[in-house]
């Protein structure tokens, strides 16, 4: 007989006599990879998991997936089989890993014996990775209680080991990108010192051939004034912004570039000239902003959506906007992200319109109109972010506590949440638009360098997939 699950709420122990051999138990978890730094710093060595170009396992290495494997082992003895009042008596315990970062571990516990005199129960323990390997096996020797046990489920901490800036992603990301072949890139109207360093050190980081758009003699004397040599980069001498804006399109449209990024001009005048009929770059789906973000508080990168494009989107527009953030998800290697429909509360609630949309997106991605994620909403920020608070509140759901997209309700609460992410929470960003034929990087004079390149380089990613596969 297999352990049923206790209730959400509860944790309740299997007696002695309630435990028969062949009773089973099972749990599934995915290494990520704080846990391997986490494990890693109790085993006296902080060490970069192998997928993600660390090097190959050591004994060390082996040391902290034992003990992370032990470490659930341990919570599905206290909790499934026998249960609350466990006393563990031995364990012998075989790895023939290793796991890497992103794998998912399964344990199975089955009884093999008892014993009456001492009240012990013996289990055999298999754990296998997500190809049905063996990872782990052996056995363990517990104590089971003649008594019932009931105890409140607590949630666990949320955990996180990022250094104090939290933001290794740069790095990574810069990496990855390296091997990708710098594309044309129109810098729009880079009319002043920021601008133009940002150009030359995406042109310098191999990432982009920069076009710059602008009026020569503005361009010129920006450069002179900031010490910034800009001879031998393409130059399109424009009237003004508003023409570098046009002028830009153009280039997008007949194939000439295949990047957008910001200059000194304002955001609307550069959208405008972006999703203007006459511009030949609009598509089917409406164009929508996404951050992409990353902070030491969160075990994983994460996307925000829309904040800085739609003031009020309506639920077609809000479809669109979750479809674009989809694509970029898969674009940037997640493949099935969990997407989270924000709003204040959990519950559908009449009086607040945010509910009500988030309940007809998840119903839409349940009829096939939104594609390629898991949704979920209306959730609170805290439930889309937090395990604990989601088990806290009793909501069971495959998203929350590990979205990888925050859809916020409308601009005003996703850029306060954007920024409060960036100045309070420490987060890394990188920020760009979809929906057109072309990513747009805007940025903002108040972005880091860091950010500016970022985005550049989640651009020059969209930029190549736009090749195989034109949006």
């Not at 759901?397 to 309070?424: C, H, R, T, W």
């Amino acid at each position: 007989m297999t352990a049923d699950a206790p209730a959400l709420d509860t944790l309740r122990n299997r007696t002695f006599d309630e435990i028969a051999v062949g009773d089973s138990a099972s749990i599934a978890r995915t290494l990520t990879r704080e846990d391997l730094r986490m494990f890693a710093l109790l085993a006296g060595k902080a060490v970069e998991d192998p997928a993600n170009g660390g090097g190959a396992p050591t004994a060390q290495d082996t040391v902290a997936l034992g003990m992370w494997a032990g470490a659930w082992l341990a919570a599905l003895l206290g909790t499934r089989l026998p249960g609350p009042g466990t006393v563990y008596r031995r364990q012998a315990l075989r790895y023939s890993g290793p796991l890497s970062a992103g794998d998912t571990l399964t344990l199975r516990i089955e009884v093999s014996s008892k014993d009456e005199a001492s009240r012990a129960v013996v289990l055999d323990c298999r754990g296998s990775n997500q190809d049905g390997e063996t990872v782990v096996e052996g056995e363990v020797e517990v104590l089971a209680q003649d008594e019932r046990i009931e105890r409140g489920r607590l949630a666990l901490p949320d955990i996180n080991t990022s250094d104090a800036n939290g933001n290794d992603g740069l790095a990574r990301l810069l990496a990855h990108v390296a091997g990708l072949e710098p594309v044309r890139a129109a810098i729009v109207h880079p009319c002043d010192a920021l601008s133009l360093s940002a150009a030359l050190d995406v042109r310098d980081a191999g990432m982009v051939e920069p076009v710059l758009v602008a009026p020569r003699a503005r361009l010129e004397a920006a450069a002179k004034e900031a010490g910034l040599d800009i001879s031998g980069l393409a130059i399109e001498d424009v009237a003004h912004s508003h023409a570098a804006a046009v002028r830009a399109a153009e280039l997008a449209r007949s194939g000439d570039v295949e990047i957008l990024i910001k200059g000194s001009l304002h955001t609307d005048e550069l959208m405008s000239a972006v999703v203007s009929s006459a511009g030949g770059l609009r598509t089917k789906r409406r164009v929508s902003h996404c951050f992409v973000m990353q902070t030491p508080h969160y075990p994983r990168p994460f996307i925000v959506t829309d904040a800085a494009i739609n003031l009020a989107p309506d639920l077609l527009q809000k479809a669109d906007i979750v479809q674009n953030a989809i694509y970029l998800s898969h674009v940037i290697g997640v493949a099935k992200p969990k997407v989270a429909i924000l709003a204040a509360v959990e519950t559908v609630n009449p009086s607040m319109p945010a509910t009500l949309d988030a309940a007809a997106l998840c119903k839409m991605a349940d009829r096939g109109q939104i594609t390629g994620g898991v949704l979920d909403g209306p959730l609170a920020f805290d439930n889309a972010v937090s395990m604990a608070a989601a088990q806290t509140k009793g909501i069971e759901s495959p998203v929350a506590g590990q979205a990888d997209i925050l859809v916020v309700p409308d601009l005003e609460s996703g850029n306060m949440l954007a920024k409060q992410l960036m100045y309070m929470g420490q987060a890394a960003s990188a920020g760009i638009v979809l929906g057109a034929k072309v990513p747009v990087v805007l940025t903002s004079r108040a972005d880091a360098r860091d950010s500016r390149m970022a985005s550049c380089a989640i651009a020059l990613m969209l930029a190549h997939h736009n090749r195989q596969s034109p949006p």
